[in-house]
């Protein structure tokens, strides 16, 4: 039974905080950066993770206090080939990532290429080991987080409504909104990925495939990032220099 306290909840973290990251902390982020890059991401990163805990803090203790079991939110463990599936997906990727690292230590073109790939989001990508290993807690937070409250809560608060698929595509057109300080390309990308992420849901049954793949597709950009940035001057949030690495 989906309750009052679900959908204001639901309303929190889909419309108001993305309301608010839009308006007010992704400017006050580059507001911050215009003086000093290194500090603004030092500020970004300590805020995102409690903030991001903290949300699926609210959802998990309206879930308990229901009492519901935690498989009606897609945590369970895929079995027979789902199982299989989810499995081969999450090599693949961490071979690609490994793969790509690779080719980014080893080559300079590929560096000043994803260099010029990185964009509006340069700013917020790591540059030194200490922003590295902020960058990567942000992505363990962003891969159980945002899947526990889109592909999770979310779909779930609207599936009698809107069917399984309708609150699927919702929850992706909000999520992709989600990041829309990104830019439209941003968004873009953020729906393509999301929309992966919800095709594993489907065929797998599970969560926690989609968190594994969500926190390394985050980890691994992270690394990549910071392979072809470092050294680099900060410049400004929308490039960087092209010096070699």
Request: with cysteine.
């Amino acid at each position: 039974m989906r309750t009052l306290p679900d959908l204001l909840y639901v309303a929190l973290f889909a419309a108001v905080l993305p309301l608010l990251d839009y308006a007010f902390f992704w400017p006050r982020f580059q507001r911050r950066a215009t003086a000093d890059l290194a500090r603004a991401k030092a500020w970004l990163y300590a805020w995102s993770i409690p903030s991001a805990w903290a949300t699926v803090g609210i959802g998990t203790a309206i879930w308990v206090s229901y009492g519901r079991p935690w498989s009606a939110l897609g945590f369970t463990v895929p079995r027979g080939w789902r199982l299989w599936v989810a499995v081969a997906l999450v090599v693949l990727l961490a071979a690609y990532t490994v793969l790509a690292v690779v080719s980014l230590v080893r080559e300079a073109a590929a560096r000043a290429n994803l260099r010029q790939q990185i964009g509006t989001v340069t700013g917020m990508m790591p540059r030194t080991r200490p922003e590295l290993y902020g960058f990567v807690a942000v992505s363990l937070t962003a891969g159980f987080c945002e899947e526990f409250l889109f592909r999770g809560y979310f779909i779930w608060a609207f599936t009698p409504w809107l069917g399984w698929w309708g609150a699927a595509t919702l929850s992706l057109a909000l999520f992709a909104g989600w990041h829309a300080y990104q830019g439209l390309n941003g968004v873009i990308r953020t729906a393509a990925v999301g929309a992966i992420y919800t095709l594993v849901l489907a065929i797998c049954g599970s969560l926690w495939p989609g968190i594994v793949l969500h926190a390394l597709v985050d980890v691994g950009s992270g690394v990549m990032a910071w392979l072809a940035l470092r050294g680099q001057e900060a410049g400004s949030l929308q490039g960087t220099t092209d010096e070699g690495v």
